[in-house]
């Protein structure tokens, strides 16, 4: 099954085609562009090298977040349309699930943090197990501070990967030698494991209604945090 | 041969989506509105994007649908692509330049004011030009020369708010609900235009600005002054007065520049227009004046995407066509249109 990933919801930008179980290609660019200005010129220059026509592509996947709200609305309003257009079957990928998966294979913790607004991160917990990934805990905005109150209590190591390590490093770090840190490299969610993740929904015959489908914004808008 | 076009307008808080045929012909225009902003007062930017995104697939079938078309029936895909909210706007931007990528037809990203203006040639295709065209919304207020389709020129503009926006701002005023424009106008009906003298604003001598700050803030005093010396308030006369004023302005204003440019015709549009004392004010001036008045149905008015499906059409005309890089402008200056 060839699947096109579209990945947008921190502020690099990045899209992947996989064609079963193996990655034909992926793209990523961390340069602060506007996103909405390159994800489609992305789109077209993954398909032209790697020989794909559009209409070849058997599913769409895109990051649903947390993460950025504007990264966010492009990606998703970019993945709705491409896939109105065509009829093909678009699946909706939680960004921590891929995010996490760039630290596939450790035995500990795996502990994605991705910025917010407001001095927080959106974060979960994971584990792999058996080849897979296994999610411990609901995604959430949380501080740091308390977050890491919380991870003391596990006796194991927890590995953190995501933007959201490099300036809270010091609230990370009171965790002591339970704290790992992952090479920045794989602080940014990549299109691929987006592909990939939304490949498996898709091959289960899962597909989300792109008339209901909505970013994981965790979040209310400030508006309506002021009346709760 | 004809062309049929796909619109779509999100740069404030309507998600709407047409269907254009030759920039005359509207096959289907879907708007649907946000009305959970009248519980803030005013758009909340955050809420208004979620919404369009929510919105956005399903206006986009609906106005396919009533237009009796597939997808890939269109000859162009079109969106406003500033000025606007930022978050708004990309929702529509992304969805048309996503729709156009997957079925290989032109991208036409459109000026929300040249849409605005374009209301009128969607009535009126063969409205005499050179014209004189005001564009009066809850964003802007501005006058404009239009010579031709290719070329347009800035007259002048609101130094501080947009006429719409002070008719919001004194409604709030009055304890009217959001959005006030249509509130205010209600209750105007039943009040007298004489009653209270508001200022005008004319700035100088040759100017074609506006400024609507200070009526604002004469309505808001008059209010206060009234109610410390514990005098009643006729609200229905304030708001007939104030409207009086506001009007007085824009039709004066647009006259002027009409005589001044030796228009063959005045055209006026935004949300403002539709205003039915504003339309018979500016309708009677200028039959006094020997001058054809056009003024779209008051749908075309207010934000829609049929009018951004016309200024496309002219667009693609033209062969002027956008790149898939096109990237939401949400300050686009209007001397750029
Ligand atoms: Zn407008």
Redesign the interface.
């Known amino acids: 099954m060839l699947v096109l990933g579209l990945e947008t919801s921190t502020a690099a930008a990045s899209v992947a085609l996989v064609d079963g179980d193996g990655l034909l290609g992926e793209m990523f660019f961390n340069t602060g562009r506007?996103v909405?200005?390159?994800?489609?010129?992305l789109?077209?220059l993954l398909l032209k090298q790697t020989g794909v026509e559009?209409e070849d592509l058997e599913g769409i996947a895109v990051a649903l977040g947390p993460g950025s709200?504007?990264g966010l609305?492009?990606g998703?309003?970019?993945?709705?349309?491409?896939s109105?257009?065509?009829g093909k079957p678009l699946a909706g990928v939680p960004t921590l699930d891929a995010l996490a998966l760039n630290a596939a294979g450790v035995t500990g913790l795996i502990c994605p943090v991705v910025v917010a607004r407001r001095e927080e991160v959106y974060t979960a917990l994971y584990r792999w197990q058996e080849g897979r990934l296994c999610r411990l805990i609901p995604y959430q905005a949380v501080t740091p501070a308390s977050w890491v109150g919380y991870l003391a209590s596990y006796n194991e190591p927890v590995y953190f990967l995501g933007d959201g390590v490099q300036p809270f490093e010091e609230s990370w770090e009171s965790l002591k030698e339970k704290a790992v840190f992952l090479p920045p490299e794989n602080s940014f969610p990549r299109a691929a494991h987006i592909a990939r993740l939304g490949r498996e929904r898709l091959s289960r015959g899962e597909r989300d209604d792109?008339?209901q489908l909505?970013?994981l914004?965790l979040r209310p808008?400030?508006?309506?945090y002021k009346e709760l | 041969m004809s062309s049929i076009i796909l619109a779509i307008e999100t740069s404030c808080d309507e998600t709407a989506a047409a269907v254009v045929e030759d920039g005359v012909k509207v096959l289907a225009n879907i708007i649907a509105s946000q009305d959970i902003h009248r519980r803030y007062g005013g758009v909340v930017p955050e809420i208004a994007s979620r919404r369009h995104l929510e919105n956005i697939g399903p206006v986009v079938q609906e106005a396919l649908d009533q237009a009796r078309i597939s997808p890939a029936g269109v000859d162009a895909i079109a969106a406003t692509y500033g000025p606007g909210l930022v978050g708004s706007l990309l929702v529509g931007l992304s969805y048309a330049k996503g729709l156009a990528f997957a079925l290989k037809k032109p991208f036409i990203g459109v000026h929300h004011l040249v849409g605005h203006i374009y209301a009128g040639f969607l009535e009126y295709p063969e409205l005499p030009l050179p014209a004189v065209c005001l564009v009066a919304s809850g964003g802007h207020t501005s006058l404009f020369y239009l010579v031709s389709h290719e070329e347009r020129y800035l007259l002048g503009s609101t130094r501080d708010d947009a006429a719409g926006e002070a008719f919001d701002k004194v409604a709030r005023a009055l304890g009217l609900g959001y959005p006030g424009g249509p509130e205010l106008e209600k209750l105007a009906r039943n009040g007298d235009p004489q009653a209270i003298h508001f200022p005008r604003a004319w700035l100088e001598e040759d100017s074609l600005d506006f400024s609507f700050s200070g009526l604002k803030t004469a309505v808001a005093n008059y209010l206060r002054q009234r109610k410390e010396a514990g005098l009643e308030i006729n609200l229905s006369d304030v708001a007939a007065s104030f409207q009086e004023a506001v009007v007085d302005v824009l039709v004066g204003k647009t006259l002027k520049a009409a005589l001044k440019n030796m228009a063959k015709s005045i055209l006026a549009v935004g949300g403002v227009a539709s205003n039915r004392y504003f339309r018979f004010s500016l309708k009677r001036s200028a039959r006094e004046a020997g001058i054809p008045v056009f003024i779209p149905h008051p749908v075309y008015c207010t934000d829609n995407a049929a009018m951004i499906g016309c200024a496309a059409y002219y667009q693609y005309l033209r062969g002027q066509f956008s790149s898939l890089d096109l990237d939401a402008a949400p300050g686009l200056p209007l001397e750029v249109l």
Do not use: D, E, G
């Open positions: 506007h909405s200005r390159q994800i489609l010129s789109i077209s559009f709200f504007t609305r492009v998703v309003a970019t993945a709705k349309a491409l109105h257009a065509s792109i008339f909505k970013p914004y808008p400030a508006a309506v």
